[in-house]
Each structure stands twice: as C-alpha cells, then as structure tokens.
C-alpha cells in the first residue's frame, strides 16, 4: 500500500511521523509529496498534519485522508480537497489527556488567582487575595466531543462545578452566567466562528477567565481585548490564534491579563496516534469500517 505522508511540520518531524508510522505499518510505503505525484496512481490514503492547500491534489486513487490533527477545519476550507473521499479526524488519548491537563491548568491558575500572583511578582507586590473554595466556581466547557468531555471531567474531579455545552443541545445563553471560567473546546466551523464576541463575555460574571483551546477563528479579538481592557474579562488564557505564529505586533503578546501558549495546548503524539492512524487504513485495505469519520457538510 503506497501512502503520502504530508502536512505543516517543523524541520525533522516528518522524519518522527514517518518513523513512527512505519513501526507501526511496515508493509505500507510512506511516500513525500513529490514521491507520491510520480506514483500518484496507486497512492491509496494519504496520512495528513494541517496540510497546505493544494496538497492532495493529483491523487486519483484517493480513498481515505486520515488527519493527525483532531480540527480539520484548515483541510476541508482546501477547495482542492477531493469531494468525494471521506475524512478522519485524529483521535489520539495522549492527546486528548494533555488537553484536559492544560484545561485544569488554567482553571486552577484561574479559580486561585495565580496569573494575578505572577502579576505582582513582576511588580515585586507582596499581597494575599482571598481563597475560595472549588466547588464555588462554575466552569463552562463549550464543546463535548473527545476533549471537551475529558477536560469536564477531569476538572469535575477537583470538585468544580461543571457544565458541559454543545451547540445542538440547550441554549447557551443561561449557562454563561455561571461560568467564572469559559473554556473553549469547540471545533471550528461556520457555526462556532465568532462565537467568543462581546455579547457572550458581556453575559459572563464580571472578571470571569476564558481559555481558548479550540481555534483563534472562534474569538472575536477586538471584543476580547476591549473585555479585557473594561476589566469585564479577568484573564484570558489562549492556545489559538487567528493567525499563528501570532504575529510580533500583536496586543496580546504583552498585554499583562493574558497568558499565552504557542498552539502547545495538546500535541498529537506520535507515539499513540501512529497506532490510531495505521488502525485506520488497515480497515481501509481490509474493508472494515473507518473511525472518526468527518461529516463534511457540519464541519467536523
Ligand atoms: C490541533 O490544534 C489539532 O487540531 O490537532
């Protein structure tokens, strides 16, 4: 089976991936994106992080693109994607863990005050804000797929109160008033862009913390920074950006309420998703049935 490994990689990762997958799969070929144009006829599936545009075409034997990334919103906004093959999302659980890792994180570092406490650190400000206890905080997690589930979870085990939303369940609306923190974990489609806007942050509690974690494309960076700046928002914690790298200039980078992460928030790990991959494409060269499918018309 000839396969075409490609996507946005750092320098030596498609080496990592392509090891990794080859341990798990050494009967397959691993093919570049050019080894695979020349034998663009018997090129099957193709294994894919956050490719370019344009990286699939010329591929007419496709029929499987497994993504290594669980958001597939960059690869199904690609024009040149073949309508007709179907799409899955990765779905790894040591990525999935490290998500509700970082969740936790923030909503501890949150919940305790200690992005304030490293604000007067930098100040050389010895002062004590008052304690509260977990089970008074209302943490709201948008999105109940894999890793929104999990972050709930892990966060309800710390005895938060948490609720979970999903946009084809109950209106959001009554739930935001709760919500000291807002953690997005939704997936990017035309549905949930721009949901983070003023409207929303104007309906949280006062000095409330949101943790980006889904995509940049879901905040509305004007509302954001002006929730901030009215002292409306507390904090913002945010793994995603509009564009990423975010560029130099960007308010973000020094503005004191915001923490910042370089999209680290949860890495797909090679060790675990090459066996969730390779899972995928023997049931495709044995008729079995695919998982984690993408349905392409809702985006996810
Ligand atoms: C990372 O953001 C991913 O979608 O895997």
Redesign the pocket.
């Known amino acids: 089976m000839k396969l075409l490994l490609c996507g946005q990689m750092e320098a030596g990762e498609w080496q990592v991936w392509r090891d990794a997958l080859a341990a798990a799969m050494p009967e397959a070929q691993w093919l570049d994106r050019p080894a695979a144009l020349a034998a663009a006829d018997e090129v099957q599936a193709a294994v894919v992080a956050n490719p370019p545009p344009g990286s699939l075409q010329g591929l007419p034997r496709l029929r499987l693109v497994q993504s290594l ?3 597939v919103d960059r690869l199904l906004a690609d024009p040149t994607l073949p309508p007709d093959v179907p799409v899955a999302r ?1 779905v790894d659980p040591a990525m999935t863990a490290a998500m509700a890792e970082t969740a936790l994180w923030a909503t501890l570092a949150l919940h305790r005050g200690f992005f304030a406490y490293a604000r007067r650190q930098a100040r050389g400000e010895w002062r004590v804000h008052a304690q509260r206890r977990a089970d008074e905080i209302g943490v709201l997690v948008l999105g109940q797929g894999e890793m929104g589930r999990a972050a709930a979870a892990r966060i309800a085990q710390l005895g938060y109160r948490v609720q979970g939303w999903r946009r084809d369940g109950s209106p959001l609306a009554p739930l935001l008033g709760q919500a000291q923190v807002l953690i997005n974990l939704l997936p990017l489609t035309p549905a949930t862009r721009g949901l983070l806007d003023a409207k929303l942050f104007a309906a949280l509690p006062p000095g409330a913390g949101v943790v980006n974690l889904g995509r940049g494309a879901h905040v509305v960076d004007a509302d954001l920074l002006a929730a901030l700046n009215a002292g409306a928002i507390g904090q913002a914690v945010l793994d ?1 950006f509009h564009q990423e790298p975010l560029p130099a200039d960007h308010a973000y980078w020094r503005h004191p309420r915001v923490t910042l992460l370089p ?1 680290a928030a949860a890495l ?1 790990d090679p060790r675990s998703a090459a066996a969730v991959a390779v899972a995928n494409l023997r049931a495709l060269r044995d008729g079995g049935a695919l998982a984690h499918l993408v349905q392409r018309p809702r985006g996810y």
Request: a neutral charge.
């Open positions: 990334w669980a958001g990765m995603v999209h797909t």
